[in-house]
């Protein structure tokens, strides 16, 4: 869990980072150009822009990671409902035991990608038995990728894993978004009858 949670602050600490240097960092050239400007050859134009750049790109930067990262907060939470276990991970994983024979099984898991909001495309690689799915960007995300795996333990039964990432290794974050899809599929898994 406090692995979990240091992770989750390194992401918050690259998002202030890189929305403090991408903001500053225009702040500094418009600073740099209006005081060229108005000011003609000013020796300390690069300093004056320099701590410009950086003073309005903190605030900027602080100002985006503490109006977002409460909403993403709370948006998981209330997905969570209840249930913590890897609220602070972007990666989410579950797992269940599912019955049947390896077409039932693919049919089902492919079924309940269908009913994950936002799905762009679902394809399935029966020889591998694996099923991915990917979905389409919205507010809260760039999009995500999914994958279920599934995995024979005896003669008709299975273990089977869902894995939803976001599609950008870049992306801080999701409001939720990786949690919605793993517990959709999960709800829809149950209810198919085919859950061990």
């Known amino acids: ?10 992401r918050i600490c690259k998002a202030l980072l890189v929305s403090t240097l991408g903001f500053g960092g225009g702040v500094f050239l418009f600073v740099m150009i209006a005081i060229i400007y108005t000011h003609g050859n000013d020796k300390q134009v690069f300093m004056h822009a320099l ?12 100002m985006y990671v ?6 993403d907060m709370f948006t998981r939470m209330f997905m969570a409902k209840g249930v ?20 039932e099984v693919l049919a089902a898991c492919r079924e309940a990608l269908l009913k994950i909001p936002h ?7 029966s020889e591998q038995m694996v099923t991915r799915a990917r979905t389409g960007s ?5 999009g995500e990728e999914i994958e279920v795996e599934m995995n024979p333990v005896a003669e008709n039964s299975w273990i089977v894993r869902c894995v939803s ?8 974050f999701d409001y939720g978004k990786n949690f919605e899809n793993v517990e959709t599929w999960l709800s829809k898994i149950r209810s198919s009858g085919n859950a061990a």
């Open 1 to 10: 869990m406090w692995r979990d949670i240091q992770r989750y602050i390194n």
């Open 51 to 62: 701590t410009s750049g950086l003073v309005i790109g903190l605030i900027g930067g602080i």
């Open 66 to 71: 503490a109006v977002l990262l409460p909403l």
């Open 84 to 103: 913590y276990k890897d609220i602070f991970e972007m990666e989410q994983v579950r797992e269940i035991r599912m019955q049947g024979t390896s077409k």
């Open 119 to 125: 799905i762009k495309s679902v394809s399935d690689d």
């Open 138 to 142: 919205s507010w809260r995300s760039p």
């Open 165 to 172: 990432k976001p599609k950008s290794t870049s992306a801080v």
